[in-house]
């Protein structure tokens, strides 16, 4: 049963060269040709040089945006006054494409590195704000009030009870935002770059360079699965 | 001379709803008290109060004495629910009283006594949800004592057990406390585990609630559950009852 995932990727691997085989290459590469190029790209390191810009601005986002809204939410969980003030941007955060902003922050902060970890910061910033003030203030009062008598301290109160009660929360939030960051970090080097993975494939697509697009859809897919598992790894923190 | 005594206690939640009225109440060091009355009329609330973890809108609490301004040590707590931290074993929720605190780490004592007190040897690796019922309250009520609290407030403490662990355990925490020599304040909803645990039983009228009466319990101790089919044991039920009518 182990085994199962792989023979469904081998069969449709098989059925792609088979279909590729009826088409021209700038239409549709086999997975032979893209795994050359593949190849080609990664001895070269011009795949590790693209990949590893899209990572730092992607995963610089995740942190800072995370890093911030985790004691943004804490506060909006403790606090009604703040939690009413935040309302309206948290609401509209729900409807805004964050990459529609991207032209904007442009404009603002130049088409730098700084620039594209702002966007993917924003982008993660609101859900997992949401996640981890939801995941504070779903602690069951018996378990405040233990704490309580037990005359904890604030800090203890924080990194003993609500951290580790949120942490599911945060890490369902992270997941989300590790995803959301690749995805804006692609969709800034569209708008405007000269390096990253996003740029890889608009150079690509103006070369009619179809494998080169298709090496660079897999590794971006490569990278959002790396995030997933971080995440993933972060729920297995210890208390 | 009582050890915790209320006087007057009122309490109006800020929606409006007044839960107390004029609560008196007083408790003798070492014995054992079981609050009984409707449901909603405020036992759960007079609880908090006496812990300090709510502060009464009129009246107030000693303990020795002292009057309580918030929530100190030397109160234990247990609920319905064992309210055990999920990610914690069974020996480290016993061992989390003891982090808490400004002088936490101090005097931190060993647990092995206080384990095989409530019979959870063999368990203290365990996670919460590798535990049966009885045995995460077992392991809230070790929490409880580690302490060593001088009174000791129990919420419906049983009520999520079946009858049969009920009894055991009930049974059980009447030798844990008569070794400690703490004092209890339990809140129940069965009559018959009143009497049965308590020196007095004290019963409250519906919303607002007040003390409306008291049944001294006059069986000796310790007391055993064929101690249910006693006279005296079936005339301080009948007294209990009456007085929630
Ligand atoms: N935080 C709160 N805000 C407003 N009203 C409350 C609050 N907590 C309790 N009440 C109300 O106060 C009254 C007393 O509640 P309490 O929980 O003390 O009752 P109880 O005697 O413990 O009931 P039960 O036997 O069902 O546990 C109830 O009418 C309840 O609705
Ligand atoms: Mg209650």
């Known amino acids: ?239 | 001379m009582s050890f915790c005594h209320s006087i007057d206690l009122s309490l109006t939640y800020p929606n409006g709803t007044q839960a107390l009225d004029r609560v008196t109440m007083h408790v003798a060091r070492g014995e054992a008290v079981a609050l009984v009355g409707p449901s909603g009329c405020g036992k759960s609330t007079l609880l908090r109060i006496i812990a300090g973890l709510l502060r009464s809108s009129h009246g107030a609490v000693f303990l020795d004495d002292r009057q309580v301004a918030g929530p100190t040590r030397a109160t234990g707590l247990m609920f319905q629910d064992p309210a055990l931290l999920p990610w914690r074993s069974v020996e480290e929720n016993i061992r989390l009283p003891q982090e808490l605190g400004r002088q936490a780490g101090q005097g931190s004592e060993d647990v092995v006594p206080l384990i095989k007190l409530v019979g959870l040897q063999g368990f203290e690796h365990a996670l919460p949800r590798e535990l049966s019922g009885g045995m995460a309250q077992r392991t809230a009520l070790a929490r409880a004592l580690v302490t060593q609290p001088e009174l000791l407030l129990m919420d419906e403490p049983f009520g999520a057990l079946d009858a049969l662990t009920r009894e055991g355990l009930t049974a059980q925490l009447q030798t844990v406390w008569r070794d400690l020599g703490t004092t209890v304040i339990m809140v129940t909803h069965s009559i018959a585990e009143a009497v049965f645990m308590a020196d007095r039983v004290l019963v409250m009228s519906a919303r607002p609630g007040t003390i409306v009466g008291e049944v001294t319990v006059g069986l000796n101790r310790p007391r055993a559950w064929s101690t249910q089919g006693s006279p005296v044991f079936g005339s301080a039920v009948d007294a209990v009852r009456a007085l929630l009518r």
Request: proline share 6%.
């Open chain 1, 1 to 239: 049963m182990r085994w199962l995932p792989l023979v469904g990727v081998a069969v449709a691997a098989v059925a792609w060269q088979a279909i590729s085989l009826f088409y021209p290459p700038f239409i549709l590469p086999g997975p032979v040709l893209v795994a050359g190029r593949f190849w080609e790209k990664t001895v070269d390191g011009t795949l590790a040089f693209h990949a590893s810009v899209t990572l730092a601005e992607a995963g610089l986002g995740l942190l800072g945006g995370t890093l911030i809204a985790v004691v943004a939410g804490y506060l909006v969980a403790k606090s009604a006054v703040l939690e009413r003030l935040l309302s309206p941007f948290i609401v509209a955060s729900q409807g805004i494409p964050f990459i529609a902003v991207a032209p904007l922050i442009f404009i603002w902060f130049g088409n730098g590195l700084p620039a594209k970890v702002l966007l993917c910061a924003l982008i993660v910033f609101f859900p997992v704000l949401i996640n981890v003030a939801a995941g504070i203030r779903a602690v069951p009062q018996p378990l405040r009030d233990l704490f309580a008598v037990n005359m904890a301290t604030r800090l203890q109160v924080f990194a003993k009870l609500e951290v580790p009660s949120a942490l599911p929360m945060l890490v369902a939030g992270f997941r989300v935002g590790g995803t959301l960051a690749v995805v804006g970090a692609i969709a800034a080097e569209f708008v405007s770059s000269t390096r990253g993975l996003g740029f890889l494939i608009s150079q690509g697509n103006s070369f009619y360079d179809t494998p080169l697009v298709m090496v660079s859809v897999l590794s971006i897919m490569a990278l959002a699965l790396a995030f997933y598992a971080a995440a993933g790894l972060l729920g297995k923190l210890h208390f």
